[in-house]
């Protein structure tokens, strides 16, 4: 909490500005951190739908399951093989 007044207070530096300023460690609050993860995982899943067709529910409900990481290895073994053909 006293972080994020803190960024807010010093909006014209960047958060690394603001580290360096103060001798913080300023990492991104979780809840962004989480925001963004399902960020890149909506859009991994929206690109291997679009190229590999209507995904049935069973396997879309494993694939939200895998980490960020391995969705996007997973994604990319899709589109290589498309590459192939």
Same mark, same amino acid.
């Given at each position: 909490?006293?972080?994020?007044?803190?960024?807010?207070?010093?909006?014209?530096?960047?958060?690394?500005?603001?580290?360096?300023?103060?001798?913080?460690?300023?990492?991104?609050?979780?809840?962004?951190?989480?925001?963004?993860?399902? *960020?890149?995982?909506?859009?991994? #899943?929206?690109? $291997?739908?679009?190229?590999?067709?209507?995904?049935?529910? /069973? +396997?879309?409900?494993?694939?939200? *399951?895998?980490?960020?990481?391995? #969705?996007?290895? $997973?994604?990319?073994?899709?589109?290589?093989?498309?590459? /192939? +053909?």
């Amino acid at each position: 909490m006293v972080t994020t007044i803190i960024v807010y207070k010093f909006s014209t530096l960047s958060r690394d500005e603001i580290a360096t300023m103060l001798g913080l460690n300023l990492e991104e609050p979780r809840a962004i951190r989480e925001a963004k993860e399902e *960020g890149e995982r909506t859009i991994v #899943l929206r690109l $291997l739908n679009r190229r590999v067709g209507n995904i049935s529910d /069973a +396997l879309l409900s494993q694939m939200q *399951g895998l980490s960020v990481e391995q #969705l996007e290895a $997973l994604a990319l073994v899709f589109f290589i093989e498309l590459c /192939a +053909l």
